[in-house]
T-cell receptor
């Protein structure tokens, strides 16, 4: 089982809809979870970090964490064509050192 | 300010060349990282420096040599690279080594001929 799993997509949603991106992880003691957005040819850009169970909202973005189910998701409300990118889920691996494992990413396409 | 800078933006080198990639941050972060990213793949960790000491080397070939001259600077020295080393090289930093958020620089696009 991969440490961090994401559906590679592409996930296609119409403009204005809610995009739901999902991520599961295998290490039960993981404490830190991150969502990055990466446009083609560019570097990853932090969207949100989440550390506690529940929801965390920032503008049109909501991250949801469920440690019991080892599941973290990202909801994008009112999706815009500019949201079209690859979204990387990243999980801090336990062990003391700051080592983050990335999922393979989900490609999101927002259709105008 | 969450800016990490990298130079150069693009680099083309032959297999016999020696070159260096540079990374700088002025956020007071004490952990810095090098990642390698191939097309359509996630970033792959290469090295981690924590408080200017190398803390993680992910079994990277010796033709890649990292250096952390001070808490703000991180270099990656390249020597005798192979064409398969062509990739986007990303530098990142975080406040410390306690699970904090990593901020990425814009990357250096490396092509090895």
């Amino acid at each position: 089982q991969k440490e961090v799993e994401q559906n590679s997509g592409p996930l296609s949603v119409p403009e204005g809809a809610i995009a739901s991106l999902n991520c599961t992880y295998s290490d039960r003691v993981s404490q830190s979870f991150f969502w990055y957005r990466q446009y083609s040819g560019k570097s990853p850009e932090l969207i949100m970090s989440i550390y506690s169970n529940g929801d965390k909202e920032d503008g049109r973005f909501t991250a949801q964490l469920n440690k019991a189910s080892q599941y973290v998701s990202l909801l994008i409300r009112d999706s815009q064509p500019s949201d079209s990118a690859t979204y990387l889920c990243a999980v801090n691996v336990a062990g003391g050192y700051q080592k983050v494992t990335f999922g393979t990413g989900t490609k999101l396409q927002v259709i105008p | 300010d969450t800016e990490v800078t990298q130079t150069p933006k693009h680099l083309v080198m032959g297999m016999t060349n020696k070159k260096s990639l540079k990374c700088e941050q002025h956020m007071g972060h004490r952990a810095m990282y090098w990642y390698k990213q191939k097309a359509k793949k996630p970033p792959e960790l290469m090295f981690v420096y924590s408080y200017e000491k190398l803390s993680i080397n992910e079994s990277v070939p010796s033709r890649f040599s990292p250096e952390c001259p001070n808490s703000s600077l991180l270099n990656l020295h390249l020597h005798a690279l192979q064409p398969e080393d062509s990739a986007l090289y990303l530098c990142a930093s975080s406040q410390d080594s306690a699970g904090g958020t990593q901020y990425f620089g814009p990357g250096t696009r490396l092509t090895v001929l």
